[in-house]
């Protein structure tokens, strides 16, 4: 089970209602309220906005480090980037798509989409990926160097 997300933290940390943050962010407020409650999978882009807009990690976002702040460039995210980073640290752990998709239970099928973005990558497997690789998921989808 995935760890809750802390973007309905932030935005009371913030004072922000959600009104405000969905307008910010250029979406129905019920929409956010189900990426807030994680009733509806948030897209890894709005996600980056919201960390953006709070200066924060992906990986504080999502649980993955209590590191509140966001240190050094924040590069613009480009879904090709991602995509050849996962390439690049699935090759450099001599993993194959199969031994990938074994790991992550998918189908190979599924690997091969990610790598040529034919298929979206939820947050949630990019934060599976980020345990199978040992990386942070800043660095993962490219905004921040290792």
Same mark, same amino acid.
């Given at each position: 089970?995935?760890?809750?997300?802390?973007?309905?933290?932030?935005? @009371?940390? $913030? +004072?922000? #209602?959600?009104?405000? %943050?969905?307008?910010?962010? /250029? !979406?129905?407020?019920?929409?956010?309220?189900?990426?807030?409650?994680?009733?509806?999978?948030?897209?890894?882009?709005?996600?980056?906005?919201?960390? @953006?807009? $709070? +200066?924060? #990690?992906?990986?504080? %976002?999502?649980?993955?480090? /209590? !590191?509140?702040?966001?240190?050094?460039?924040?590069?613009?995210?480009?879904?090709?980037?991602?995509?050849?980073?996962?390439?690049?640290?699935?090759?450099?752990?001599?993993?194959?798509?199969?031994?990938?998709?074994?790991?992550?239970?998918?189908?190979?099928?599924?690997?091969?989409?990610?790598?040529?973005?034919?298929?979206?990558?939820?947050?949630?497997?990019?934060?599976?990926?980020?345990?199978?690789?040992?990386?942070?998921?800043?660095?993962?989808?490219?905004?921040?160097?290792?």
């Amino acid at each position: 089970m995935i760890k809750k997300f802390r973007i309905k933290d932030l935005r @009371e940390y $913030y +004072n922000y #209602s959600q009104e405000d %943050i969905s307008n910010r962010l /250029n !979406i129905n407020r019920r929409s956010y309220v189900e990426y807030e409650t994680q009733k509806n999978a948030i897209p890894i882009s709005l996600l980056l906005e919201i960390a @953006e807009f $709070y +200066n924060v #990690s992906l990986d504080y %976002i999502v649980g993955i480090t /209590n !590191i509140k702040y966001f240190n050094g460039n924040r590069k613009k995210f480009k879904l090709s980037q991602l995509t050849k980073i996962l390439k690049n640290y699935r090759l450099s752990k001599n993993t194959t798509q199969k031994d990938l998709a074994n790991k992550l239970s998918y189908n190979h099928n599924t690997i091969s989409q990610y790598e040529t973005q034919k298929r979206s990558i939820s947050v949630e497997t990019l934060i599976s990926l980020c345990k199978i690789f040992n990386v942070s998921l800043d660095v993962l989808v490219g905004i921040k160097d290792k």
